[in-house]
């Protein structure tokens, strides 16, 4: 017996749910690349994204996932051997710091506290320490989409203003761009980056590169440099074969620009509290699996890992379990109910006693995107039915809990 035949819901954190409007958009004949629509259509994305981002700066897109838009801002901004002070708080500021060693890039990586945004702080002490000013740029991510934590971008800015260092500041927006509030201008981030298949609704395949005044001008006449990464003739071009280096990824572009027309006719204001309401919920309902069980009355082992609300993510939730009880549940709501859930991630946090939780006690629920109500609660119900089913202790009341919040949103 399985309830899984009806139609299939992605609760991960992207890539997230295509709404049928951007797939249909991505239904058409090859296009012309050198005139014509998509030359127009892609000028406006530009716009779009520039005004979704409050940048006054150039988007630049590539053909890419997130990890090219990691690899375009390190390399645009950082020659090997320079200084970047990468901010990790889970398993993306991690891998952004990695990639950056990798690119021959000196880093040094401060952790934040285990279920906790990155201390200002502590990055405030960092840059003062450094007096001879070497550190080139300093490295965060808005949300972390594995430990759904959210960091402070305002302090972390203030943090390096306060020090009086030239640092640039770099921020991965990939889970949290279209999700949660952002203004690259009235922040003070010098590149801001994304991808387009989780808050964007589009299938992955665009890399997004927010490259602030300050950004753009810090290593203008540097060279050598990587050739295709390269943004300089990307923000220069006049063609679209110039602006991708090469063959534009044309029904992408006709679904993104879909995807952005749904985000602004909802508007940014409207999709950002719709995140942040569905959120609520979605704590509200964890509240409850987290109390004293029912199942036997046994303590549940539910927990959010992130305790802080200000701390916490608008996109994603991450959830702690007993061992190998988050991917027994995500096994059961896959196969009986057709919902999939986020797998557990290592947190990327190494240092001393704050190692992340195995991944097998830990599942993450996606809820950016293209959400509704019925989407979300039909998702909180199918976890409900699977922790019964799983036989895993947890707290009554969640899907209550999630309606009564839900019931006071105006
Ligand atoms: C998804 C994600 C990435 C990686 O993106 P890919 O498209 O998988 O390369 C990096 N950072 C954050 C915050 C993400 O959510």
């Known amino acids: 017996m399985s309830l899984t035949h009806g139609r299939d819901h992605l609760a991960i954190p ?14 058409r004949p090859a296009p012309d690349i ?10 406006t994305i530009l716009d779009q994204l520039n005004a979704l981002a409050g940048c006054s700066g150039d988007a630049v897109l590539y053909i890419g996932n997130g990890h090219a838009a990691w690899e375009a801002a390190l390399v645009n901004t950082l020659a090997p051997g320079e200084h970047l002070l990468a901010l990790s708080s889970g398993r993306f500021g991690r891998g952004w710091a990695e990639m950056g060693t990798a690119l021959g890039i000196n880093v040094q990586v401060i952790d934040a506290e285990h279920g906790q945004a990155i201390n200002a702080e502590q990055v405030a002490a960092t840059l003062k320490a450094d007096t001879r000013q070497q550190i080139r740029a ?12 959210r960091n402070d971008i305002a302090a972390i800015r203030a943090s390096i203003d306060s020090s009086g260092h030239p640092a640039l500041l770099l921020v991965d927006g ?17 590149v801001y980056i994304s991808a387009c298949q989780k808050g964007l609704m589009t299938p992955p395949g665009l890399a997004i590169v927010f490259v602030g005044e300050r950004a753009r001008l810090a290593r203008q006449d540097a060279s050598p440099r990587s050739a295709y990464w390269d943004w300089r003739p990307r923000i220069a071009a006049s063609t679209l074969p110039e602006r991708f280096a090469g063959t534009p990824p044309t029904h992408h572009l006709f679904g993104l620009k ?71 549940l995500r096994q059961w709501c896959k196969e009986q109910a057709g919902v999939t859930l986020g797998i557990g991630m290592d947190l990327g946090i190494s240092a001393g006693t704050v190692v992340g939780s195995s991944t097998d006690a830990m599942f993450r629920i996606g809820h950016m995107g293209h959400l509704n109500l019925p989407m979300l609660m039909g998702t909180l119900s199918s976890i409900d039915a699977g922790l019964k089913a799983c036989n895993i202790p947890h ?3 969640a899907l209550e809990a999630a309606s009564t919040v839900c019931s006071g949103y105006g």
């Open 14 to 27: 992207g890539p997230s749910v295509i709404p049928s409007r951007v797939l249909q958009a991505m239904q």
């Open 138 to 149: 300093v490295s965060t991510v808005q949300s972390d989409t594995s430990s759904s934590v």
């Open 34 to 43: 050198y005139a014509g629509e998509l030359v127009e259509l892609t000028d």
């Open 395 to 397: 707290g009554g009341g």
């Open 258 to 328: 879909e995807a952005l027309d749904l985000l602004f006719t909802e508007t940014p204001e409207a999709v950002w509290t719709r995140h942040e309401q569905l959120a609520g919920m979605v704590w509200a309902a964890l509240d409850a699996w987290g109390q004293s069980g029912e199942q036997g009355c046994l303590e549940s082992s539910l927990s959010l890992h992130v305790a802080d609300v200000d701390q916490r993510s608008r996109a994603v939730t991450a959830i702690h379990t007993a061992p190998g009880d988050g991917a027994r």
């Open 174 to 190: 990939i889970c949290s761009f279209g999700c949660e509030p952002f203004n690259m201008d009235s922040l003070g981030v010098d």
